[in-house]
């Protein structure tokens, strides 16, 4: 057991005891000279902690103090009844704090019950309540700010865990505090009550018992009473104070007394006034001249020595930024902050920060949430922190987007303005500016808001620019989401699938497959556009075909054959025949003779002129898909499928191939065409 556990529990164990077993005196009057220490402690702490998370423990701290206090007042109403001997701290607080008078001490007494119930207690009761309230309300505020902030890059991941905890912190913190309140209220309370028996049971006791007469009797144990009660109440009145304190504190950045003499002396005209009124009062008023106009001088005096320490400091700020430049200029320059390389960017420039500025009511930040909230349910995958950031360099209304610090896609779009697109059907057109829509690349045309309806109800798609750039931006994201997966990111999803299958992970990684290669095969499957969502089936099926292969791609065939219902539920709708071309059994085997095996994986041998040919058999064929309205779908058989995808990568980024093996059975294919040479 650790030393402060052990005081702890000595501490809650006596105050328990203390209730039962008589105590001496000598070891009373110890354990209050400690209760007035420990009162003192927890005050000058909540005075000068600058946060009210740095005395987290205060609402248990208060309910520890509050027992061992009721229980010393206790054992000093047992002596105060028993013996008449409660010790000398009681004795001479009663004796002392009166002046030996009943009445003076009763008066003071009195009084410092009505401060600690109407002032404190109260006071402290309403702030911890509005406090706890406006806490929990500000919780959605805060975390949506957190988010944004994440998503800007502003800060790291680490730094958004942190600030959440805080918050969860405070809530818990300020809600506990809303309750603990309730004892010292309660604490006071007692005290009072304990204070009347003490004295009503003195009385009597010392009339009927000692046969002391009245007025002996009630100056023995009222003192007593009353230095019993000041025993008790001044602690609980320093801890009422330490309670009203944390809960009032704001100030995060300095020291209470820091923030206070800063925030009341650091203008100097007040004081100024102050002292022009208070020498005012000195001579035209019937008042002490002689104080009154010394506090006058010395308030003037005081702002005069504001207002030059200021002088001093703007000037001696001054300097410091200009040296401060300079020396930025003259030393060299800190590469080490450049090296740093962001997964996702998008550039834009300044016409389009109002999108971006919460402020102005830009939402963009929101979709950028959005994206990658909707690619990790599509596809399975965490996508990277997208950083947003303006360019002055760039032309007011473009933007950039950049994968690894590279330009891959740019736009440019016109803030006031409505991109409408024609679906093809609408014959009827409506003035505008040319354009192009970035993402895909299909004609269009801006307009202003107030052809925004006609637009709408003629037929065509209205987009704002928001709407734009977050569609290109998921687009782009989506399609090199396979190079953004880290090795670390591939290890958290590993982990999130080991807290519910230990024995799959455990059997697959590392004594399987490395995170290397089961990277590899989840980055195949998403090249193509194959969510990885359902880990454990991919798991599964490379435990089952790892032992036999490590080659990443033979293993990625048999992933996308276990996965085949979502593929089939992507690709193929449901009571829909859906048209496909095939590919010829002879190109088959004439692909399948020319693939050799290395070291380093498969790779095609095909004639530079048979590769062309099948090249131009493809596109013939997908043409004939297009003009239909349809994907650009070839069915090829299981084994030629990888090496089918290889050839035409390069030529066809968007061609769909699509093996046998991973078409359900219930699935209505028509073949429009073959590939074939």
């Not at 309910?63 to 002596?79: A, M, V, W």
């Not at 320490?309 to 200009?322: A, W, Y």
């Not at 950028?368 to 002055?392: H, K, S, T, W, Y």
Request: charged share 20%; net charge negative.
């Amino acid at each position: 057991m650790k030393k402060t556990d052990a005081v702890l529990g000595l501490y809650l164990l006596l105050a328990i005891l203390f209730f039962i077993i008589p105590m001496p005196s000598l070891l009373l009057d110890v354990l209050l000279a400690l209760n007035i220490s420990v009162a003192m402690i927890i005050m000058f702490t909540a005075l000068f902690s600058r946060e009210a998370l740095q005395m987290s423990s205060f609402p248990t701290l208060l309910l520890f103090t509050t027992i061992f206090r009721i229980s010393l007042n206790i054992s000093s109403t047992k002596l105060i009844l028993t013996s008449g001997d409660p010790g000398n701290v009681v004795t001479t607080f009663g004796e002392f704090v009166g002046g030996g008078n009943l009445v003076v001490g009763g008066i003071v007494y009195i009084i410092l019950i009505i401060v600690q119930f109407m002032v404190i207690n109260k006071g402290s009761e309403r702030v911890s309540e509005v406090t706890a309230r406006f806490t929990l309300d500000a919780m959605p505020g805060k975390q949506m700010a957190i988010d944004a902030d994440l998503n800007s890059g502003a800060i790291t991941d680490q730094e958004a865990r942190d600030r959440r905890q805080k918050i969860q912190d405070e809530s818990s913190f300020f809600g506990a505090m809303d309750g603990a309140t309730k004892y010292v209220k309660g604490d006071a309370t007692a005290g009072l009550i304990i204070t009347v028996i003490n004295f009503a049971g003195g009385l009597i006791l010392g009339m009927i018992y000692q046969g002391l007469p009245m007025s002996e009797a009630l100056s023995k144990y009222a003192i007593l009473t009353i230095g019993d009660g000041l025993v008790s109440q001044i602690p609980s009145l320093m801890i009422s104070l330490a309670t009203g304190i944390l809960v009032t504190k704001v100030s995060k950045e300095a020291d209470i007394g820091d923030v206070l003499v800063k925030q009341l002396f650091s203008i100097p005209k007040v004081l100024y006034m102050v002292g022009a009124a208070m020498i005012a009062l000195g001579i035209f008023t019937t008042l002490n001249h002689i104080l009154f106009v010394a506090y006058g001088i010395a308030f003037i005096m005081t702002g005069r020595m504001i207002a030059g320490k200021m002088e001093v400091e703007e000037i001696s700020s001054e300097t410091n930024e200009e040296e401060g430049a300079a020396e930025e200029i003259r030393r060299p320059e800190n590469v080490t902050s450049l090296l740093q390389v962001d997964p996702i960017e998008l550039e834009f420039g300044y016409g389009i920060i109002p999108l971006a500025d919460v402020n102005q009511g830009g939402d963009l930040l929101d979709r950028v949430v959005m994206i990658r909230r909707q690619i990790a349910l599509e596809l399975g995958c965490v996508v990277p922190m997208i950083r947003l950031r303006d360019n002055i360099q760039l032309n007011p209304n473009q933007y950039v987007i950049k994968i690894k610090g590279v330009p891959v896609s740019d736009g440019e779009i016109l803030f006031d303005h409505y991109m409408a697109m024609n679906p093809g059907y609408v014959e009827e057109e409506i003035t505008g500016i040319p354009t192009f829509e970035p993402s895909f690349h299909l004609p269009a045309i801006w307009i202003t808001d107030s052809q925004r309806e006609r637009a709408e109800s003629l037929g065509y798609t209205v987009v704002d620019p928001p709407s734009i750039i977050a569609t290109h931006l998921t687009e782009v994201v989506r399609s090199h989401l396979d190079e953004l997966m880290t090795r670390q990111d591939i290890q958290n999803l590993i982990n999130n699938v080991k807290e519910a299958n230990e024995t799959l992970v455990t059997e697959l990684v590392p004594k399987l497959l490395s995170v290397g290669e089961i990277q590899k095969v989840l980055q195949n499957l998403l090249r193509e556009g194959i969510s990885i969502r359902d880990l454990i089936t991919i798991f599964e099926t490379l435990a089952d075909y790892a032992p036999t292969t490590r080659d990443t791609d033979v293993l990625t065939e048999y992933a996308r054959q276990s996965l085949k219902r979502a593929i089939s539920s992507k690709y193929f709708p449901s009571n829909e025949t859906t048209s496909v071309v095939t590919l010829d059994p002879k190109i088959e085997q004439e692909i399948m003779g020319s693939v050799k095996q290395t070291e380093q994986g498969a790779y095609l041998t095909l004639d530079p002129d048979r590769t062309k040919g099948i090249i131009n058999s493809v596109q013939e064929e997908v043409a004939k898909l297009e003009n239909l309205g349809k994907n650009p779908i070839v069915i090829t058989s299981p084994i030629v499928r990888m090496y089918f995808k290889k050839l035409t990568t390069e030529y066809f980024r968007d061609l769909i191939v699509i093996s046998y093996n991973e078409i359900e059975s219930n699935v209505e294919l028509q073949s429009v065409g073959m590939v074939t040479v």
